[in-house]
């Protein structure tokens, strides 16, 4: 089987949906290239943030849910890992001065959005080859962020997990990283497992719902999702996505993850140029769309 070929995005719950909208688009200068619903519940928005176009790799979204807070912990991604241009790491540092303080490691800057979704920034990281820049950002293009490098995941007992992402996804497993998480890497991209020390998460806002990885096409998707089947994973049916097609499965130390393909990308429902300039419902949706509107709270976003 051809391994997945890395992330293709994060998916995260927040609070307030303008908070996200500012934090995100304002402050990070990632476009906000969707403004859709959730599939499942469309009482609730669906954010997509990326770079210009949304590249794969490049995407993380956002649910809205207003009230509550989730608990970062034990079966969840704790860290999302960023890729900043080589030398930007000052120009991220006087930028982001009220919310960040330095990574764990040289040349990286940990910065939580507002609800406790923890980025790691990373400075001169390899990969992004494949970024298109926003010419709208708030952010000079050569400060820009390149999508992600890695995530974070937080594991009770990690050796199931790595089994996984090795014998059924074809993650390489990098054995010498003077690292003390277990590194598994697909291309340029790595999933980071780290022992469990705070107990259960708890889902809600301030929480990641799920991390997607890469499928080439549709036909690469089958084959994942059929090696999975063969072991007995309790794999999802294909599900459409509009922008991408999805399966889901919960590996074994309880983080939700999916396979998303490539094809058929954010332009297939509105132009490049105007990206998430309007509320796109899933077709299945469209016939309540008054009603969702208006239930719906107005949302106002940078427009460079």
């Known amino acids: 089987m051809e391994p997945v070929l890395g992330l293709h995005h994060m998916t995260a719950i927040c609070g307030d949906a303008q908070a996200n909208v500012d934090f995100h688009v304002d402050l990070l200068g990632l476009r906000p290239i969707k403004l ?6 469309p009482s609730a928005y669906h954010l997509y943030y990326a770079d210009a176009v949304g590249t794969p790799g490049s995407v993380i979204t956002f649910f809205p849910y207003p009230g509550g807070r989730g608990r970062s912990g034990d079966g969840q991604v704790v860290i999302t890992h ?22 764990a490691e040289d040349g990286t800057l940990d910065v939580a959005d507002p609800d406790g979704i923890l980025y790691r920034l990373h400075e001169g990281a390899p990969g992004g080859e494949r970024f298109v820049p926003w010419a709208g950002s708030p952010v000079p293009v050569e400060h820009q962020i390149r999508g ?38 697909a291309g340029t991209d790595e999933v980071l ?33 059929r090696i999975l089947v063969e072991n007995r994973v309790g794999v999802t049916e294909v599900r459409d996505r509009d922008y991408f097609h999805s399966i889901y499965f919960r590996e074994p130390g309880g983080v ?45 976003f940078f427009r460079g």
């Not at 859709?36 to 519940?41: E, L, M």
């Not at 960023?82 to 990574?103: E, T």
Request: without cysteine; proline residues 10%.
């Open 193 to 225: 497992l780290k022992g469990g020390t705070k107990g259960r998460g708890n889902g809600g806002p301030g929480t990641v719902h799920h991390i997607a990885f890469r499928a080439r096409d549709d036909a690469h998707h089958a084959e994942i999702r």
């Open 82 to 103: 960023l890729r900043v241009p080589a030398g930007s790491l000052s120009y991220w540092q006087d930028r982001l001065a009220d919310v960040a303080a330095p990574g």
């Open 148 to 185: 992600m490098i890695a995530v974070t995941l937080q594991e009770p007992d990690p050796t199931p997990t790595a089994f996984v992402l090795q014998q059924l996804l074809g993650f390489d497993h990098d054995g010498d990283d003077p690292r003390p998480e277990h590194v598994f890497r």
């Open 36 to 41: 859709t619903v959730n599939f499942d519940d």
């Open 256 to 300: 939700l993850f999916e396979i998303a393909t490539d094809n058929p990308g954010f332009a297939i429902d509105e132009p490049v140029e105007s990206l998430g300039a309007s509320l796109r419902l899933p077709a299945m949706h469209e016939p309540r769309r008054a009603e969702i509107e208006a239930n719906l709270p107005p949302l106002r």
